[in-house]
């Protein structure tokens, strides 16, 4: 009988240890919204630049192979620089939402954010990773498993 008592009080221990504060995880549309901004805003005069003054034109950004791997790896590197100073982008920041990790809820570091950003290039490129937020109560698709980390919505 006394191992059973220690049993029930070592399991209650446990559970108020794990309590996670209450968040407000961000919907799956203004996700969606918020990386169409920042396409729209970082992405594109990236694109812009690459395209008129570093080649001669969309001509010669379509033959080459290095322009859209370019433009890319720089999206990717200012799109870490601002998670890991900010914890927001652009078009996180238009729709009121913060990229933490999902441990500790505080901000992330440059090269994790550098991850995510090429995780989720694999996770967009199997359709099944984006969708998953649709099913899982904390609203984290498998870049964000990947990385360890979640998108919350900020409060007012």
């Known amino acids: 009988m006394r191992f059973r008592d220690l049993k029930k009080q070592s399991t209650k221990n446990n559970k108020t240890k794990d309590t996670k504060p209450n968040v407000k995880y961000a919907t799956y549309p203004d996700r969606i919204k918020a990386f169409i901004t920042d396409m729209f805003m970082i992405y594109i005069p990236i694109m812009f630049i690459i395209t008129y003054a570093m080649l001669n034109g969309k001509d010669d950004l379509q033959a080459s192979e290095f322009g859209p791997l370019f433009g890319t790896t720089m999206y ?3 799109y870490a620089i601002f998670l890991s100073k900010l914890g927001q982008t652009p078009g996180k ?4 939402m913060k990229v933490v990790n999902y441990k500790t809820y505080q901000n992330i570091g440059f090269f994790r954010a550098f991850f995510r950003f090429f995780a989720f290039l694999f996770t967009a ?3 099944l990773g984006l969708f998953l937020p649709l099913f899982r109560k904390d609203k984290r698709a498998l870049h964000d498993l990947l990385t360890g980390t979640v ?6």
Do not use: F, H, M
């Open 151 to 156: 998108i919350v919505a900020l409060e007012d």
């Open 93 to 96: 920041k238009a729709y009121e």
């Open 76 to 78: 990717g590197v200012v």
């Open 125 to 127: 490129s199997t359709l």
